[in-house]
């Protein structure tokens, strides 16, 4: 059963620093573009993040570029979404999404394929 589990959100304080990790079971993140969107009550999903399934080349929305840093690790069949000076404006969940083979970064959540359950984050003094 091809799943993603996101884990690593909370509380913190604006200005702080979190770090999301995304990790697979049953198939390998490494041939999946993976994207990070975030969606706030009653809003549309958002893209904010993605990282390239061949040449790892990644992308980042423009509320987020400078503070936040997506990166892979294929040993551990994870991608994570380091996020630095955090703000109150940050607060939602957060969702990591993979799209099949062969099939380049979208910033279009109806473009993913596999999805994970969302981790909550909260920027609050």
């Known amino acids: 059963q091809l799943q993603l589990v996101e884990s690593g959100g909370g509380l913190v304080q604006p200005g702080g620093s979190l770090r999301l990790s995304c990790a697979a079971s049953g198939f390998t993140l490494e041939h999946y573009s993976i994207g990070w969107f975030r969606q706030a009550p009653g809003k549309e999903r958002e893209g904010v993040s993605c990282i390239s399934r061949s040449d790892g080349n990644t992308y980042y929305a423009d509320s987020v570029k400078g503070r936040f840093t997506i990166s892979r690790d294929n040993a551990k069949n994870t991608v994570f979404l380091q996020m630095n000076s955090l703000k109150p404006e940050d607060t939602t969940v957060y969702y990591c999404?993979?799209?099949?083979?062969?099939?380049?970064?979208?910033?279009?959540?109806?473009?993913?394929?596999?999805w994970g359950q969302g981790t909550q984050v909260t920027v609050s003094s």
């Open positions: 999404a993979a799209r099949a083979p062969n099939y380049y970064c979208s910033w279009s959540p109806s473009e993913y394929d596999y």
